[in-house]
């Protein structure tokens, strides 16, 4: 059974990733297995070749994933994880939206769907996570 935590608290949560908030990751919304997270592009965020870092793009959609994932109320992690990036970024930001595939008692699914200022899609991330018996709170 889900017992959903609330959009506040999925947010107020997620404000403790040091790691994607020093990347930039902004956690716009998430409960009910769903999650949206944005990332504003800076120069920061390009490789050598001047294109979007493929990292950045996996810290997005990775965070994205976390946040649906764990909105069910169990502490959950990745145990599988797997990007197919799809074309270079245009624009000024990126979106990462997760979908709930499957939610089991131990194992939950997720797609998410990294798309550019355009609408146009970037990547596509595809997670497999591992449902702890514990709830977590904010």
């Known amino acids: 059974m889900n017992e959903d935590m609330s959009p506040e608290a999925v947010k107020a949560f997620f404000r403790q990733d040091l790691f994607a908030g020093f990347v930039g990751i902004e956690l716009i919304e998430a409960g009910s297995g769903r999650a949206t997270a944005r990332l504003a592009l800076q120069e920061r965020h390009r490789n ?31 145990i599988h994880c797997s990007i197919s990036y799809l074309k270079a970024a245009e624009g000024g930001h990126l979106i990462a939206q997760a979908e709930e595939v499957s939610c089991g008692p131990k194992i939950a699914a997720y797609t998410i769907r990294i798309t550019d200022a355009a609408d146009e899609l970037i990547a596509r991330f595809e997670g497999l996570a591992y449902r702890k018996r514990e709830r977590w709170s904010p």
């Open 48 to 78: 050598g070749l001047g294109v979007v870092h493929g990292g950045a793009i996996f810290t997005l959609a990775d965070l994205a994933f976390a946040a649906a994932v764990n909105s069910r109320g169990r502490a959950a992690v990745a």
